[in-house]
């Protein structure tokens, strides 16, 4: 590990200070009972954490009730890795198994836990999702048919979307490691290259770096542009004029950075100068931006107003929240309400057409605070950087 990296995982009390604040905000919405599914909230409220999760065959389920420890109810497989977590009350079933997914002791729990009739709440909204067969939580529902199961999206957005300083701390350091691999990306890029060797070569150098893993890595290529930054990378090779960018979701610790660079192989047009120093522009104006009190909409609204086209160029956004998941709640558009709070990381993400389909996009990643914004990642230079 390196000398400048954080501690690794977590002190107890940061589980049970979200436990707490989750609990107070079910009795605000007397729910009896939490129960989730996903990686996201079981790992959130537990630290269970593994790459397990990528295997589709089996579900997993967490309980927490309005008082008391949450209940993990897993197959066997997890036991141990979950009792590290923490978690003392864990009931197992075995799995796979063709005529049960641990419904019957999903049920059993439910009940003894919160009575049948009890108010049952998890996440139903936008940027959530329910990680059992469908067929399966139909059955409990039907067999629980006096119990209430009420959406309780709003509160985990709340909960998730300010970070404990420990959160941020592994976010600044995934960030770190990333903006080191940008800084020695002419180092193993050249023209003549296939995009699909400077992908490969660029995620090299990500972990050579120290981030645990290079979970997503998108970008493009082309002349004066790129026309598609989420498909894989073809065997087309870099040419002079070319305008190659990375956008890497590294993770160190189970936390994500979410930034991009631009790079121009061999000289470009001064147009794709121009648009980059109207990017870096538009993106200086969100930083200025981002402070407590401020809508998500006023972040949209400050780095539009020095782009043409309202500077989302088909993304849809110009940013989201970062964290556990490579974007998370909220996102920054010209409609979203969401207010900044202190503690709160986010991404700016403004992009810029260039005609003839092509368009460039920059991205940022920083954390609200009171005092002002604070840059997790180092600030792209103001003029792209050329590979000879």
């Not at 999206?153 to 080191?180: F, H």
């Not at 389909?357 to 990643?365: A, D, F, P, Q, T």
């Amino acid at each position: 590990m390196s000398e400048d990296a954080p501690q690794r995982g977590f002190v107890a009390q940061e589980f049970e200070n979200r436990l707490l604040r989750l609990q107070q905000g079910m009795q605000t919405q007397d729910i009896d009972l939490a129960f989730f599914t996903t990686e996201a909230e079981i790992r959130y409220f537990t630290g269970f954490f593994t790459q397990f999760w990528q295997s589709p065959t089996r579900p997993w389920f967490l309980l927490a009730p309005q008082s008391g420890k949450p209940v993990a109810v897993i197959p066997e497989i997890g036991a141990v890795c979950m009792r590290r977590a923490g978690v003392e009350d864990i009931r197992t079933w075995d799995s796979p198994a063709a005529d049960d997914l641990g419904l019957d002791l999903l049920c059993e729990t439910i009940v003894e836990l919160a009575g049948e009739g009890a108010s049952v709440g998890l996440p139903k909204g936008r940027e959530t999702a329910l990680r059992m067969p469908l067929a399966d939580f139909e059955t409990l529902t039907k067999r629980l048919s006096s119990a209430r199961f009420s959406d309780m999206t709003a509160l985990l957005l709340k909960l998730r979307m300010v970070k404990s300083a420990a959160e941020i701390e592994k976010i600044g350091y995934a960030c770190l490691s990333a903006g080191r691999a940008f800084d020695r990306a002419p180092e193993a890029i050249h023209a003549g290259m296939s995009e699909q060797e400077a992908f490969q070569a660029f995620k090299i150098l990500c972990l050579e770096e120290g981030v645990d893993d290079v979970s997503y890595l998108v970008g493009g290529a082309g002349r004066g542009g790129y026309r598609d930054i989420i498909s894989p990378p073809s065997t087309r090779r870099l040419t002079a004029g070319d305008v190659l960018m990375f956008d890497t979701g590294c993770v160190w610790d189970g936390y994500f950075c979410d930034f991009d660079r631009n790079f121009a192989i061999g000289e470009v047009a001064q147009d794709v100068h121009d648009a980059h120093r109207r990017l870096w522009d538009a993106t200086e104006a969100g930083i200025e931006a981002a402070k407590p009190g401020a809508c998500c909409s006023d972040l949209f609204d400050a780095m539009a107003a020095f782009l043409p086209g309202a500077g989302s160029a088909g993304v849809g956004r110009m940013g989201h929240g970062l964290g556990m998941q490579l974007t998370e709640f909220p996102s920054i558009t010209t409609s979203d309400p969401t207010v900044l709070q202190p503690g709160m990381v986010m991404t700016l993400e403004p992009s810029i057409e260039l005609g003839d389909g092509r368009m460039l996009v920059h991205e940022e990643n920083l954390v609200v605070r009171d005092e002002g914004p604070l840059l997790l990642t180092r600030r792209a230079p103001q003029r792209m950087p050329v590979i000879g």
